[in-house]
């Protein structure tokens, strides 16, 4: 088992935020592009969760954070 630190997620965040532009390109349509990007996502969270809670918010604030600059939710969506 593969022991993750929040240096490995934060560089697991990193490239999933430089690999989005790519993924909204190679998935236009939404109905394709989510189940893509949460195949990618959901590991990462799952593994942030792994470490600890505050991790989990972290790796979730920013992959919204991600999703928001690139235009693929709104602010309304964001976590306060």
């Given at each position: 088992?593969?022991?993750?630190?929040?240096?490995?997620?934060?560089?697991?965040?990193?490239?999933?935020?430089?690999?989005?532009?790519?993924?909204?390109a190679d998935?236009?349509?939404?109905?394709?592009?989510?189940p893509a990007?949460?195949?990618?996502?959901?590991?990462?969270?799952?593994d942030a969760?792994?470490?600890?809670?505050?991790?989990?918010?972290?790796?979730?604030?920013?992959?919204?954070?991600?999703?928001?600059?690139?235009?693929?939710?709104?602010?309304?969506?964001?976590?306060?």
């Open positions: 088992m593969t022991k993750h630190t929040q240096e490995s997620i934060s560089a697991r965040l990193d490239a999933l935020a430089a690999e989005l532009p790519k993924l909204i998935y236009p349509d939404d109905a394709d592009f989510w990007y949460a195949a990618l996502s959901d590991e990462i969270k799952r969760g792994a470490l600890d809670d505050d991790t989990w918010h972290w790796a979730f604030d920013t992959t919204q954070a991600s999703l928001y600059e690139h235009g693929k939710i709104s602010a309304d969506e964001l976590d306060p």
